[in-house]
């Protein structure tokens, strides 16, 4: 049920406009059983607030990371601002209990449906812009926001070392690292590979490991240790 008070103790921010924030709850389908409340869907708030929340992650990345290339910045942004990742953190603060649906879109579990979560996630976020201005909105998203980029910053995926060396060398319009097999030992269930990476026939870094993939992004971590670009991200996180 919907309640200024709750929402506005989860969230911490009192509203100045009370319709800004039970816009942000409105879906769609509510509408359609109370045309005679004038009311307005909260489609608009969430188009603002999924700007503003574009443009805060990307400032917090850029600045974070900045000897990362633009394909992982990208790539770490779409996953901070992604259905998935928004839906979680709406749904700690349990948002999903105040939406306003229709009774159609109740019995169908839209209290529980990840993507509308996640739009009133934007909505609240263009909601809070509107009512309280810049300063709010990025205290708000710091709270809620700036963790799941911290936990998203220590995920595997993010963590290609082979093709991070590969941009950032050829960034600096080099030739593109290869990597040539030093050594291999062992029987063959049981192998062990050193690799060396090299850029423009020099050796920047070597690794090891139980397959030859392994022993490449060994070789590429090693390189970007070498060129303090690792040490530098984890001091910035």
């Not at 929402?7 to 509408?31: C, D, M, P, Q, W």
């Not at 449906?113 to 309280?132: F, K, M, P, V």
Request: charge should be positive; glycine fraction near 6%.
């Amino acid at each position: 049920m919907f309640s200024y008070t709750k929402i506005e103790k989860i969230i911490g921010v009192k509203f100045k406009n009370k319709a800004l924030l039970k816009r942000a709850f409105t879906h769609r389908s509510y509408l359609n059983e109370h045309s005679k409340l004038n009311l307005s869907s909260n489609e608009r708030l969430e188009f603002l607030g999924d700007a503003i929340l574009e443009l805060w992650v990307s400032d917090q990345i850029f600045n974070r990371f900045p000897h990362h290339p633009e394909g992982y910045l990208t790539n770490f942004r779409s996953k901070v601002v992604c259905t998935e990742s928004l839906a979680k953190i709406a749904q700690k603060l349990n948002l999903g209990n105040f939406l306003l649906l229709s009774r159609g879109e109740e019995k169908e579990g839209g209290r529980q449906n990840r993507s509308l979560s996640a739009n009133t996630l934007e909505a609240l976020i263009g909601a809070i812009y509107e009512d309280q201005g810049l300063k709010a909105v990025q205290g708000f998203l710091k709270k809620n926001i700036f963790p799941q980029i911290q936990k998203i910053a220590k995920e595997p995926i993010l963590k290609d070392y082979k093709s991070l060396l590969q941009e950032i060398i050829q960034e600096k319009g080099k030739i593109a690292p290869n990597y040539q097999l030093i050594k291999s030992s062992g029987p063959d269930h049981n192998k062990t590979f050193i690799f060396a990476v090299l850029a423009n026939n020099q050796k920047i870094g070597e690794g090891k490991g139980k397959t030859k993939q392994t022993a490449q992004q060994n070789a590429a971590r090693r390189a970007l240790e070498s060129l303090d670009i690792l040490e530098k991200e984890k001091m910035s996180v």
